[in-house]
């Protein structure tokens, strides 16, 4: 452990600066062991849910399901992983069975964890766990999404082409598949 992460900065106040029916967004006073004092920003949740899960699903040793769907944040439908919050009551891996019922119409008998990831830390709290699926069947529970999702079957080393793609972008589901494919090769 280094001289840094021993001397953590002292939280001198946190508040809540906006509400929306997504996201908290709070103000941290903090001290730091060298007396400076910043005010930070951070977008959080709204309370619900204890998390989130990821998942990479794969019907078949060589191949991931991924999901089509419109991301309001770049007004545009987007190729990625089937995700969703973890429900009160609900551990990681009964969250991911019911995200992957409710996005892709299946259910894995086989799930594990494959790895927490963040996305970008200094201004949020947001962490996801991978979970890695398989064994599949049929089963589909109705969610909460606006509109049917498109399922998309890909090669899991067809990663390069599928970063060529200019609706694939998101690190998280990037970084997901390259781990479960390492994974994948080192249990052969």
């Given at each position: ?35 400076a004092?910043?005010t ?9 849910g ?14 991931v ?124």
């Amino acid at each position: 452990m280094t001289a840094t992460a021993d001397h953590k900065p002292h939280i001198l106040e946190r508040r809540t600066v906006a509400r929306s029916r997504l996201f908290n967004i709070e103000e941290i006073d903090l001290r730091f062991s060298n007396g400076a004092e910043r005010t930070f920003e951070r977008l959080g949740g709204n309370g619900k849910g204890i998390g989130a899960v990821m998942i990479v699903a794969m019907p078949d040793p060589e191949h991931v399901l991924l999901i089509r769907e419109y991301a309001a944040g770049f007004e545009d439908y987007t190729l990625t992983l089937p995700k969703g919050v973890i429900d009160e009551g609900e551990d990681m891996v009964t969250a991911a069975n019911r995200e992957l019922k409710e996005e892709c119409g299946f259910g894995a008998r086989r799930i594990e964890p494959l790895v927490e990831l963040s996305l970008s830390p200094n201004y949020m709290r947001q962490r996801i766990q991978v979970m890695l699926a398989r064994d599949l069947y049929e089963e589909r529970l109705p969610g909460d999404e606006p509109e049917q999702l498109e399922v998309e079957t890909h090669a899991i080393d067809s990663l390069p082409a599928l970063l060529s793609r200019e609706d694939f972008h998101e690190g998280r589901a990037i970084a997901a598949l390259y781990i479960a494919r390492d994974k994948l090769l080192n249990e052969i």
